[in-house]
C-alpha cells in the first residue's frame, strides 16, 4: 500500500506563494501520474493539477500561470508550488498517485495539508 503524505501548507495572505510537496512511500517513477486535487467545505474536490509519468504537466484553467506541480523522481516527491494566491484558492490540498498498469493503475491518496489564504 503507496502511503502518500502532503506537507508544506499553512496560512499566507493573498498575493503570497506555497510551496507543497507529497513524498511517497515508494518509487513514483513508474506511476502513470501523481496529481494535486484541493476540497473546500461545501465544494466538491476539484483536480488542480497533474504530472504524468513522462513529466507533462496539465493545469485546471483557474490555476493556470500561478501554480505550477513537479516531481523529483529520486526522492519520490511531488510538488505544487502556488503563487499569486487567492482567497478562493483556500482548501485542503490532496495527493493522488495513480498507480501503474501493471498494478491496475490503482488510486491511492494522502491525508491533504490545508492552504488558509487571508486578505
Known amino acids: 500500500q503507496v502511503q502518500l503524505v502532503e506537507s508544506g501548507g499553512g496560512l499566507v495572505q493573498a498575493g503570497g506563494s506555497l510551496r507543497l510537496s507529497c513524498e511517497a512511500s515508494?518509487?513514483?517513477?513508474?506511476?502513470?501520474?501523481m496529481n494535486w486535487y484541493r476540497q473546500a467545505p461545501g465544494n466538491q474536490r476539484e483536480l488542480v493539477a497533474t504530472i504524468t509519468r513522462i513529466g507533462s504537466a496539465s493545469y485546471a484553467d483557474s490555476v493556470k500561470g500561478r501554480f505550477t506541480i513537479s516531481k523529483d523522481n529520486a526522492k519520490d516527491t511531488v510538488y505544487l508550488q502556488m503563487s499569486t494566491l487567492k482567497p478562493e484558492n483556500e482548501a485542503l490540498y490532496l495527493c493522488?498517485?495513480?498507480?501503474?498498469?501493471?498494478?491496475?493503475?490503482?488510486?491511492?491518496w494522502g491525508k491533504g495539508t490545508l492552504v488558509t489564504v487571508s486578505t
Open positions: 515508494e518509487s513514483i517513477f513508474s506511476f502513470n501520474a
Open positions: 493522488n498517485a495513480v498507480g501503474p498498469n501493471w498494478s491496475g493503475s490503482k488510486n491511492y
